[in-house]
């Protein structure tokens, strides 16, 4: 394979699939170049220097790879190492749970080709955030959509108000109880979606929610990335998800 030199770069593991009887393919997101595919010939051999253990899905890893030219060809890897070894998110049902979710969100939205390092940062952020002792995770999925909506370039507005309870999955913002809502929720999860926009960490904020009703609002933040980011398919890690926490 001809190259144009070499790039290094921080990188989130996004996918592995096995190729052939010793080799993998690896899709991942790096800061500097954007989506990427390589191919790791023998990484599934015992004593690899680049084992698929460095590649299992959310790694946060440090690369050196073949710049091909073309982002949409496979390179190949020449150096990898962890940049942060997880004490708690691999080990954790929970986190590892939060962890797969918030991983297959961001594949099914980002395919962008080119660096856009505000979304790297925010994604590697997300993660390091994840495996903190203290992090709580009752309402961490459904602030993490929020806040990815956001960088993908569609926010909801933040229009609530006791004018404006009502929530619009479609139109992205508050409305009316007069106005006819194209694909509005209940007042109640409205609320709920309004204080997520409002607070950075919603755990801390002064108020509970039960189980029923943050299941309701991961869902209602599903549809909304179907709606606006054109995620079709089934969110399968979203039933994992559900069940254990």
Same mark, same amino acid.
């Given at each position: 394979m001809a190259s144009t030199g070499t790039f290094k770069s921080l990188g989130i593991v996004f996918r592995q699939i096995k190729y052939g009887d010793t080799s993998i393919i690896v899709e991942i997101y790096t800061r500097d170049k954007g989506l990427r595919s390589f191919i790791v010939n023998g990484a599934r051999k015992a004593k690899s220097p680049l084992s698929a253990a460095l590649f299992?899905?959310?790694?946060l /890893?440090?690369?050196?790879?073949y710049d091909v030219g073309d982002s949409?060809? /496979?390179s190949r890897i020449k150096e990898v190492r962890l940049a942060q070894h997880y004490e708690r998110i691999q080990s954790d049902m929970i986190r590892a749970s939060v962890g797969i979710f918030m991983l297959e969100i961001a594949r099914n939205t980002i395919i962008e080709r080119t660096a856009n390092e505000e979304l790297f940062d925010f994604l590697w952020g997300q993660f390091l955030y994840l495996d903190q002792p203290a992090?709580?995770?009752? #309402? #961490?999925p459904q602030k993490y959509l929020l806040s990815l909506a956001s960088l993908l370039g569609c926010q909801p507005v933040n229009n609530?108000?006791?004018t404006y309870p009502i929530f619009d999955v479609e139109e992205a913002q508050?409305?009316?109880e007069q106005t006819i809502c194209t694909h509005p929720i209940s007042r109640y999860h409205?609320?709920?979606?309004?204080r997520l926009l409002e607070y950075d960490h919603p755990e801390l904020a002064p108020f509970g929610i039960d189980r029923e009703d943050r299941d309701a609002l991961l869902q209602i933040l599903i549809k909304y990335?179907?709606?606006? #980011?054109? /995620?079709g398919r089934v969110i399968k890690s979203y039933e994992v998800l559900k069940n254990i926490m």
């Open positions: 299992q899905h959310t790694n /890893v440090d690369i050196v790879a949409e060809k /496979v992090t709580m995770m009752k #309402l #961490l609530f108000s006791d508050f409305c009316s409205s609320q709920w979606i309004a990335y179907q709606f606006h #980011l054109g /995620v």
